[in-house]
């Protein structure tokens, strides 16, 4: 079946500057791969996603990149904001109707400082 | 807010009880997602419905049980509880059910087993 790792498990940045989170995969017919944000005690919320036939995607300070040779996919957050701390969970699925595969990582922790 | 209702928000008990935890999709939805959020885990998925019929099944325990009903609510049923049963309970729905569908999340039901 599919693995998930994440990394880092905890990241600490100063605000203003990026943040790196990164994914790997196991499930080579994995197709679709998306990032949610899990604010303390709230419920998790997607941020981006990214599918297979894609390189990279960005929507305003977020951005995910995806190589699938490599089976590896990251997030990117630059210009970080206090605002931005919170947990991030990777996920990675393969095509359709397979859902009992759908692996979240084990999520990230970011902290901005201000 | 994502539309996705969960009941209780809170809920305390003693080992080896039984539980049910309440969810409604947001309006439209067809599909229904049940994720366990253990202290400082990701998210495990348990199990998935569609339109009454279960889609999926993840790491769900043979004392768990779930159900959706004609209305679409869904129900988990959790019995025989164990202290290790402690978590965050995540209700999510998303419009076909399919792995590439954006899955929007309940608030969540704190089950505390003492």
């Known amino acids: 079946g599919e693995n998930v790792e994440q990394h880092p498990s905890t990241l600490s940045v100063q605000e203003g500057d990026s943040a790196v989170i990164k994914c790997t995969y196991s499930d080579s017919a994995s197709n679709y791969f998306p990032w949610y944000k899990q604010e303390l005690g709230k419920r998790p919320q997607l941020i981006i996603d990214i599918r297979s036939n894609v390189g990279e995607k960005k929507d305003q300070r977020i951005a995910v990149t995806l190589n699938k040779t490599a089976k590896h996919f990251s997030l990117h957050i630059t210009e970080t904001q206090p605002e931005d701390s919170a947990v991030y969970f990777c996920a990675a699925t393969p095509p359709p109707y397979n859902f009992n595969k759908f692996y979240f990582g084990s999520g990230t922790k970011l902290n901005v400082k201000p | 807010d994502s539309g996705v209702t969960q009941t209780p928000k809170h809920l305390i008990t003693a080992t080896g009880q039984r539980v049910t935890l309440r969810c409604s999709p947001r309006?439209?939805?067809?599909?229904v997602y049940w994720y366990q959020q253990s202290l400082d885990q990701g998210l495990q998925f348990l199990i998935q419905y569609y339109n009454g019929e279960e889609r999926a099944k993840g790491n769900i325990l043979e004392r768990f049980s779930a159900q959706q009903f004609p209305d679409l609510h869904s129900e988990l049923n959790l019995s025989s509880l164990e202290l290790g049963d402690s978590a965050l309970y995540f209700c999510?729905?998303?419009?076909?059910?399919?792995?590439?569908?954006?899955?929007?999340f309940g608030p969540g039901t704190r089950l505390t087993v003492l």
């Open positions: 309006s439209g939805d067809l599909s």
């Open positions: 999510a729905s998303s419009v076909e059910g399919n792995p590439t569908d954006t899955q929007y």
